[in-house]
């Protein structure tokens, strides 16, 4: 698939499991306060358990210091960094420096997130563009109007980094998403169902997005 899936919030073994068979390119871990915040010592245990076969690992930080990043990644082979809060050019590059790995960094959107995203120009590695919703920082199943995705996308393209979308991305809706090509989408809420990771809702995500990359050859 042309298009990167990125499959966040794996908050049990069970999850992580599923994450792994599925054809998602990332599997992402939310070190942070969340319904799905998990810790390194489980999700060490649970990797011992499941093998990735060939993803990545992301794990998901909110102001977070980099010491604690590392803390995190002596336990855990995290391949990606994601800063989903408001860290700024210089915390994500002393993070960066501490850790050795790439970093992307969440800009919510609105009406300063592309000014925001040029403030990150030649530091960061990619961007996941997510939902405003005061009082969150993500996960809420809440999308934005994707008419806004092209900019996103260019800007990025400026910087040479790939651009994800996250918020509210659903089986049933994933197809209007597709229609702006992203370079990746980023999914946590539209692949559950009653708090846990759905196969059959990855599976939908799946055929749909490889049906878009293989009808639009």
């Known amino acids: 698939m042309s298009v990167l899936l990125k499959y966040c919030g794996h908050r049990s073994l069970a999850d992580l499991q ?13 070190f942070a306060e969340s319904k799905r915040k998990v810790e390194e010592h489980q999700v060490k245990e649970w990797l011992e358990a499941v093998p990735l076969h060939g993803k990545k690992l992301v794990g998901v930080f909110v102001n977070e210091t980099a010491e604690r990043i590392c803390q995190v990644t002596r336990l855990v082979p995290l391949s990606v960094i994601q800063c989903h809060g408001n860290e700024s ?5 002393k993070i ?28 960061v590695d990619g961007y996941v563009v997510d939902s405003r919703v005061r009082g969150a920082w993500g996960g809420t199943g809440v999308s934005f109007d994707w008419e806004a995705v092209p900019f996103y996308l260019e800007e990025a393209a400026r910087q040479g980094v790939p651009c994800f979308i996250a918020g509210g991305i659903t089986p049933e809706n994933v197809e209007q998403l597709l229609i702006y090509q992203p370079h990746g989408i980023d999914i946590s809420s539209g692949i559950e169902e009653n708090g846990k990771k ?5 599976n939908e995500i799946e055929k749909r997005v490889k049906c878009d990359v293989q009808c639009t050859k």
Do not use: C, F, N
């Open 18 to 30: 599923k994450g792994a068979s599925s054809q998602a390119d990332y599997l992402g871990l939310i």
């Open 89 to 93: 050019a210089e915390q994500v590059a």
């Open 96 to 123: 960066k420096e501490a850790t050795g790995l790439p970093v992307w960094k969440a800009i919510h959107h609105g009406e300063d997130a592309l000014t925001k995203m040029k403030q990150y120009a030649r530091v």
């Open 198 to 202: 759905s196969v059959a809702k990855m």
